[in-house]
């Protein structure tokens, strides 16, 4: 069988267990297809059984054709799902590559496959969720498809029903060749018969000397022909006859051959088609050259009987040629002998070629060799029976059907089921499943009990109708499977499934007891007594303070971890446990010693659960409760029992107990202390009780006992004053509890009288003395705040909790005081730790020494000048700040006033120390004699007037062209020291030009490549005429400022004056 894919290809399975489960349905179609007599009704036997064998919901055989294709046999679970004859063209040649190749394509699930548009869509339409297409091949060519679809849900494809399909696939193609052969085998011979008549009136009618059908006698000597004379021969005439077009035409191979040399005399086109040879080949080769070598000596006798004339003809002949290829060609025929004058002379053959036939029949007695090899070894009890109504008759059966009744073949040869003494039920139970068979036109399953003697077997069936025997009887075959084992198996497996279920149930008991004792604290144990070993739980071993692996599960460990004085005591509970059967309780209260040392009470209750027949016990389980808790409360119990005597007898609180039912009530001595009266003094009475109480207090305490008794409150817990001996009030916190009967009523009340006085008289002092600091602390005009100090497991001080804020703080701080008390103060005021005023705090209250500090704060929405002081309150700190932003406020305006003040003092300062440099260069000018004289003697006094900067003197040429350097100070110059006048934008403009960054343009007489931050250009102009530039640079513009720049104007209306008398006084003198 070819491959499969599942969307791409999927592996082979086994074939073993898909051959189990498909063979029978398989062998059953066989034996079908041999015995049908048309294909038509054998497809809708085929799919239903397969839709029965997969129980899916729709099988149908789809046949392809040139333009698309047709289901042409089909079987549903449901109507619904019905497609027969509908016609579908949606089949790409592509898609069908896979199927021509043999590939199965298995689809578990439509909705995720990867599947080309068309085809999905195609499928969506047919409601199909999974898909198994598996192809029927015909001769290697692609006849349809087999397909199941699951179209309730997607479903997996299990590996052996894909190859139990492909089986079932491959004998459908199988059936669907033998009927070709068949068909291919009737129009054969229906041809071979008309054109053995044709040939006879040929012979009859046709001119007794002619080698070739319609060629015209002419004598020639044979011997003497040549190769040439053969090849004209075997050329077809241009103009034929209407019969040497049949035969030229017909699908058989005819052939003329001369018995006098095995020569070619005439051969049709099919002939030539079929051996592969062309005309002029042929002329060169005789009859012998294309025969098989194992056909040769055959035919040699046979051709010189012909040539003897001891044989006339040859009815049927099979022979095997050799096509041009080398391929070996069986050809069947009859041969005849054409006679002239009586001798024959020419050989005269129509054969048919039937290597496919052959080789098909081949394979078809392979298979039926081999059905035939299992229908007589198989294990299965094989036959085919005849229906009456009420009977069955045996017709065929395979050697396993006589053993199987214990009876010899003959015994059932055609023997009808009644005669060999099947019981009439099961002759009507088969019956009704023949009958379903052959209305439903497919195969029927069934299973059930057979009585055979005393015996019951249990037999799986499978009956399919065969049509109408020649008997005119309902004629079926039957596959039956003795399942006796298959169906002990399951007895079997489900009696395990049960015993199984059981145990588990058992288990999960167990573990629900184990889970419920560990729940409920206690340890759970399992002793087998017989085998000496024991199961402790691990709730038993955490009781003890262990790890289930760290004790082992026997009877050993916990009689080592019990206390030895406790030992004895379980071992005789035990054996009167045993001695009484069970009847007297395993119960016990001991001690075990806890891992860490310590002891644990445990309460031991077991019950053996198993004996033997001596009455010796097997099993016993139990459990151990963890009492420690309460054996601890009773030491508490009786120890607080004897510490309240004790208390009581020192206590300073008075005690009273009142009977309700009897009315009796009881005073303490000390209760009549706490009044100022000896025990005697007062007798113990409810009027007694009354008198000394104070009436308001009265009224409330006995609706408070009626209220109490009566469930309205919870809680009995009264403040009351009572009349002490010497006058004065006494305060008593009363408190009491009631004990009720079976029935919830109140029987008795117990109280008790605490002396209250000197805590009120306490509180009362407190009180005015917190309304005294209440009083400060609100009229206090500087906030106030106490913390307590929040500390780690170290005792290291991480925060402070807020314990008080005034109203002052409060408004400082921008909150109301609940919002801060109780909160920390990291967590609210954050800016404390960036201002280190935490770590301030800190001190204090690590060191006690206190704190003053002023600080300027801007967080946590507060921008504020502080002062406070803090100091040390028990484990934590009291501080009090006051707002001094008004203080600083002032501080810093004066600051700023005396800082101008003084800035002036320091200008006014600068302004007269130039003032004199001024004069003393006006009279350096007024003593010199030339211009060069003056420009020079300037430089040194004119230096210490503009720190920081660099400058000169220029004078106009004589030309008034150019200006050019007089004299120079500073570092660098950072001038050309000559340029012409338009250079300048001060001289170009005739106004001092500023200079500063980028902010203004550069002259051009200043170095472009010189870095220079400003540059001052002022021309020096007398009397309307330009003399020359004063010019400044700098790398610090503030050296520049605007009193710099008019001390340079002023400087320069001076050095311009004295350039201009002397120019003028040296006119003069010339």
Known sequence: MSGTTTGTAIGRHDRETAAAHWEPLVTAIAQQTHQAHGLAGLWPTAVAAVQQRLGCDR?????????????????????RWSLLDRVDACFETAWLDVYQAGQVRAIADVATADLPPCHASGLADLAVNASLTVPVLCASQLWGLLIAHGCGAPRPWAPADIDGL????????????????????????????????????????GPQS???????????????????????????????????????????????????DGRFLYVNRTWLTTLGYDRAELATLTVFDLIAPDCRAQCKAIFRELQSGTLHQVDRLEVTFLAKTGQRVLLEGSVNVRRETGLPMVTRAILRDVTEKRRVDQILQEQAAILRIFYESSPLVLGVVELSENDILHTFHNPATPKFFGVEAAALDHRWASEIGIPPEHIQRWLRHYRQSQQQQQPVQFIYEHELGSSHRWLSVVVAYLGLADSGRPRCSYMVQDITARKQLEVEHQRSEALQRQADQVSHELKLLESIVDIILAGYWDWDI???????????????????????????????????????????CFDRHVQSHGAVPYYNEVRYRHKDGSTVWVVCSGQVIEWDAEGNPIRMIGCHFDITERKQTELDLKSANDQLQLVLQASSEGFWDWDLITGDIYFSPQWKAMLGYADHELENSLEMWKSLIFPADLTKALQLIDDYNSDRVNDFTVNQRFHHKNGTVVYVLSRAIHLKDEHGQVVRMVGSHLDMTPVVEMQQALKTSEMQLSGILNSSLDGIMAFQAVRDGQGTITDFEWLLSNPTACQIIGREAHEVLGQRLLEELPG???????????????SGKPMQHEFYYNHDGIDCWFEN??????????VTFRDISAIKQSERQLQQANQLLQDRVDELDQRHSEMLILSEISDFLQACATVEEACNTIVNLVEPLFPHCAGGIFT?????????????????????????????WGLRRGRMHWMNGAEHPRCHHISADRAIAAALCIPMVAQGETLGLFYLSTDNPRMLSEAKQQLARTLTEQVGMVIANLNLRKTLQH
């Not at 002419?218 to 077809?236: I, K, N, V």
């Not at 790890?547 to 005591?569: C, H, K, M, R, V």
């Open 210 to 260: 002619s080698d070739k059908p319609g060629s015209p006698a002419a004598p020639r000597d044979r011997e003497d022909r040549s190769a040439a004379d053969h090849r004209a021969a075997l050329e077809p005439e241009p103009h034929n006859t209407p019969l040497e077009d049949f035969f030229d035409n017909a699908s058989d191979l005819m052939q003329s051959v001369s018995l006098h």
């Open 166 to 205: 492909e089986r079932l696939a491959l004998q459908i193609g199988i059936a669907l060749r033998q009927a070709e052969l068949e068909a291919l085998v009737a129009t054969r011979t229906h041809e071979l018969a008309q054109a053995n008549q044709r040939l006879a009136a040929w012979v009859d009618e």
């Open 59 to 79: 099988v149908l055989l789809y046949q392809l054709g040139p333009d698309g294709g047709r289901v042409v046999a089909e079987a549903c679970s449901d109507q």
């Open 530 to 572: 017989a085998g000496g070993r024991e199961y402790l739980s691990p709730g038993f071993k955490r009781m003890l303070g262990y790890a289930d692996d760290e004790l082992p599960n026997a009877p050993e460990t916990w009689q080592q971890l019990i206390f030895p004085e406790d030992l004895g005591t379980v071992l005789a």
């Open 832 to 846: 404390n730790r960036e201002e280190g005023l935490f770590d301030r705090y800190v001190q204090v209250v690590e």
């Open 869 to 878: 002081i803090a100091v040390k309150l028990g484990d934590g700190f009291a």
């Open 956 to 984: 106009t040429s004589a030309s008034r062209t150019r200006l050019e350097v007089v004299a120079t100070w500073g570092a660098s110059l950072r001038s050309h020291s000559e340029f012409e006048p338009q250079c300048c």
